[in-house]
């Protein structure tokens, strides 16, 4: 399938997507999140899906934990196909756009994003040299997701993008939550990286340590060699089959 890497981030590509598409899984399956979800997850936990699209992962937290799953996507024609399909009383599907979320402030103990915060990424000329646009709309985002998260909240997001220029992204102390990371193994797709921000303490020493570290790089490495064009980067999304 011939996409440019712009389409991600358009309303329109999706809903003529979803139009045509019962499911997909993007990135990886509920199987291979299940086993990290669970120390998250008990009876009756309030669950946040960013970017939903129609993936049955909210239904299969919702039939396993007896989770509050809320669904949200921008694309009405998913969440109308998926409410007609998994909807139940304990499942949410709303169509919101995830930077307009409407929730009431600490909301949600889990909040999960699986790849859809990649798409506001795809503009960019270089993952190593994030526009400031971006990185406000992302401040912001990331704010709104915070307040949303109870004191102990945790934010989950499975990313495309190199370890250290999502984790400094990730790593302000506004967020007011520490950040563990490492390798995803999918059984759909090759490794991601998975970001666990935990809001029962602000960031970790290792954590600062680390963003010290990437900062310092940052300030000696040849510019020329690290950068990397989106095209570039998104040619292994190519060869996945969507």
């Known amino acids: 399938m011939n996409i440019k890497n712009c389409e991600f981030a358009l309303q329109s590509y999706w809903d003529d997507r979803f139009r045509n598409e019962e499911v997909y899984d993007w990135l990886c399956t509920y199987d291979d999140l299940k086993a990290i979800l669970q120390p998250f997850l008990k009876e009756n936990s309030n669950v946040l899906i960013l970017g939903c699209g129609n993936s049955s992962m909210g239904f299969d937290i919702q039939e396993q934990f007896s989770a509050n799953v ?8 998913v969440i109308e196909n998926m409410a007609r399909k998994f909807g139940n009383s304990r499942i949410k599907w709303i169509c919101m756009d995830i930077l307009n979320m409407d929730f009431d402030k600490s909301s949600f103990d889990l909040i999960i994003d699986k790849g859809t915060l990649d798409c506001f990424f795809v503009n960019e000329t270089s993952v190593y ?32 993008a190199p370890v ?25 797709s090759f490794p991601h990286h998975i970001f666990i921000m935990n809001k029962s303490t602000g960031l970790s020493p290792e954590n600062r340590r680390f963003l010290q570290t990437i900062n310092e790089k940052a300030n000696i490495q040849d510019s020329s060699r690290l950068l990397l064009t989106n095209d570039q980067f998104l040619d292994d999304l190519m060869n996945i089959d969507i």
Request: contains cysteine.
């Open 70 to 77: 809320t669904n949200i996507d921008f694309s009405p024609v």
């Open 129 to 160: 040299d994030i526009s400031k646009t971006t990185c406000d709309k992302m401040h912001d985002l990331l704010l709104n997701i915070s307040n949303l998260l109870t004191p102990n909240g945790v934010f989950i997001s499975i990313t495309f």
């Open 164 to 188: 250290s220029t999502r984790f400094k992204i990730y790593g302000k102390d506004d967020y007011h939550w520490n950040i563990t990371e490492f390798d995803l193994q999918s059984s759909i």
